[in-house]
């Protein structure tokens, strides 16, 4: 069993930053590929960054590549979303969620078992 808790959200202006973080605990191996989602009010969950947590391999989606940084920290347990030159619509709950091996590391958010409760980003233009 794998928990996930996320913190760091908040309310920022256009063009500010955010750190969001999430702490996880449970087996290793369950957490093979770790990625943020974020969903807003009447839209699907949708992936926004995925790591291989083995080599550490990275993946973004288009709409937050060059200004969203996913990366971990195994001695703590913890996997960061650096969000920087935020725009109003980055606006969401930023949801942390993990898988183990068996099947590819993406942003779909079906191959995802477990998910953190997740952390309001507000951006206000």
């Known amino acids: 069993q794998v928990q996930l808790v996320e913190s760091g959200g908040g309310s920022v202006q256009a063009g500010g930053s955010l750190t969001l973080s999430c702490a996880a605990s449970?087996?290793?191996?369950?957490?093979?590929?770790m990625g943020w989602f974020r969903q807003a009010p009447g839209k699907e969950r949708e992936g926004v960054a995925r790591i291989y947590t083995p080599s550490g391999s990275t993946y973004y989606a288009d709409s937050v590549k060059g200004r969203f940084t996913i990366f971990q920290d195994n001695s703590k347990n913890t996997l960061y979303l650096q969000v920087n030159s935020l725009k109003s619509e980055d606006s969401a709950v930023y949801y942390c969620?993990?898988?183990?091996?068996?099947?590819?590391?993406?942003?779909?958010?079906?191959?995802?078992?477990?998910w953190g409760q997740g952390t309001q980003v507000t951006v206000s233009s």
């Open positions: 449970g087996y290793t191996y369950s957490r093979y590929c």
């Open positions: 969620a993990a898988h183990g091996s068996g099947r590819p590391c993406s942003l779909s958010v079906a191959d995802f078992d477990y």
